[in-house]
């Protein structure tokens, strides 16, 4: 049930300040930040990052470019998150892909308002703040990508019996 997800800040995240506030959004709800990272990310981290077949199964051609395009040799922050069924509940965290779609509460809904019709037009990714892992097969394969496995460490919170009983 304890589950490890990663998590990017994506350069519009980065650029806008706003890495602290994201990884507090974590934080204060219990989940563990197991690894940390700021890395200017080269092409073939992306497109490794990004499986291809699914983007364009799923979005279209145009979307891979984008993304490629996007965040190839840009600053992000890429972190492990880990707790109770981390991977949906960090999904919850973020919001909806789409920042006009994500409610209020999530980092997508509280700190941008992006829409499809908007990128689509300006031929651009969704500028929405954040990576996370969509399920557990992403997930272990996403954190092998960023992470080797002595950056990810085990320890104790002092608050942890207050949210894992
Ligand atoms: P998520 O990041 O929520 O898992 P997807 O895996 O579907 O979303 O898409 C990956 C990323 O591609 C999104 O986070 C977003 O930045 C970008 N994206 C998705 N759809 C579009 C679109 N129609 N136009 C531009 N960018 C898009
Ligand atoms: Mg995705």
Known sequence: MIERTLVLVKPDG??????????SRFEQRGLKIAGLK???APEELIAKHYDHDDIVKRKG??????LMKGLT????????VEGIEAISFVR????????????????????????YAYADAKN???NNLVHA?????????????WF???????????????HYG
Not at 93 to 114: N, S, V
């Open 14 to 23: 980065v650029a806008r300040g706003l890495i602290g506030e994201i990884i």
């Open 61 to 66: 051609e145009f979307v891979w470019k984008k």
């Open 92 to 115: 919850k965290i973020c919001g909806d892909t789409e920042p006009r779609a994500a409610p209020p509460g999530t980092i997508r809904g509280d700190f941008a308002h992006h829409g």
């Open 133 to 145: 892992s969509s399920d557990a097969k992403d997930a272990e394969r996403e954190i092998k990508i």
């Open 148 to 162: 080797k496995k002595d950056e990810i460490l085990s320890y104790k919170r002092a608050d942890e019996a207050w």
């Open 73 to 80: 040799n840009q600053i992000v922050v890429a972190m492990v």
């Open 124 to 126: 651009i990714p969704v």
């Open 38 to 40: 700021i890395v200017r």
